[in-house]
């Protein structure tokens, strides 16, 4: 009669963490189902913006290298216009379209023509900021839910830790048996939430630093550039 008692027992108790998932109570599989949805969200915001910065960048450096041999604003102009896609580019697009606006308030006090005064080199400098950052906030558009997802699922995976120990702990009180062979099926299935949850946080969390490591350097090269195209207007005496 024992032996059979340890066979019921032995085949009850989950062998792997797939039949340990399978045989989870319904909070568990609530908290794993929500992870997942969590875990692919996370990976392909990681996948695609990883694709499209490094995109970003080989174009920006692409348009720099032209850029920089540049002679003239003009020439500048037209390889902007005809020059693939890039941040740099949209941000030339955005300063020669205020320039073309914009009338210069000094005269013809220059062999070149008329030139900028200091309040409209001001406000060129606040357009090609604030392109700038347009720039990179459609880029980094939800980069951000990284960080959520990384601070948000261990929280989420505790609570289906903390439920499955309180079902484990029923359980036990249900049965009347507080030996380890009953209650180490129910804490482990509660320590799957925690393993779970800390599987979708780390990659979450690591994809978010270098996400947004790249972002700035891309936002420092966009400011630099700015500080190119002010300073070619100066050569040119436009300024």
Do not use: C
């Amino acid at each position: 009669m024992t032996g059979y008692l340890l066979m019921q027992i032995g085949a009850a108790v989950p062998s792997s963490p797939i039949e340990l998932v399978t045989s989870s109570t319904t909070a568990t599989k609530v908290v794993l189902a929500v992870l997942v949805v969590l875990s692919l969200i996370s990976w392909s915001v990681m996948i695609a913006k990883t694709i499209e910065l490094r995109r970003a960048e080989s174009a920006g450096r692409a348009f720099m290298d032209s850029f920089e041999n540049a002679p003239s604003l003009d020439i500048a102009a037209d390889l902007a216009k005809r020059s693939t896609l890039s941040p740099q580019r949209e941000v030339m697009l955005r300063a020669l379209r205020f320039l073309h606006e914009t009338t210069p308030a000094l005269g013809a006090t220059s062999e070149r023509g008329a030139r900028l005064s200091a309040s409209q080199v001001e406000a060129l400098r606040l357009v090609l900021d604030s392109e700038s950052g347009a720039v990179r906030d459609r880029i980094g558009r939800f980069v951000p839910s990284l960080a959520t997802i990384g601070s948000a699922s261990p929280l989420i995976g505790l609570l289906g830790t903390v439920l499955g120990v309180i079902d484990a702990f029923l359980g036990i009180a249900t049965k009347g048996s507080g030996n380890i062979g009953a209650v180490a099926p129910g804490v482990a299935e509660a320590l799957i939430a925690t393993a779970a949850a800390l599987s979708v946080a780390i990659p979450a969390v690591f994809g978010y630093n270098i996400l947004a490591h790249r972002l700035n350097r891309l936002d420092g090269e966009l400011d630099g550039f700015g500080s190119e195209l002010i300073a070619l207007l100066v050569r040119e005496g436009r300024i």
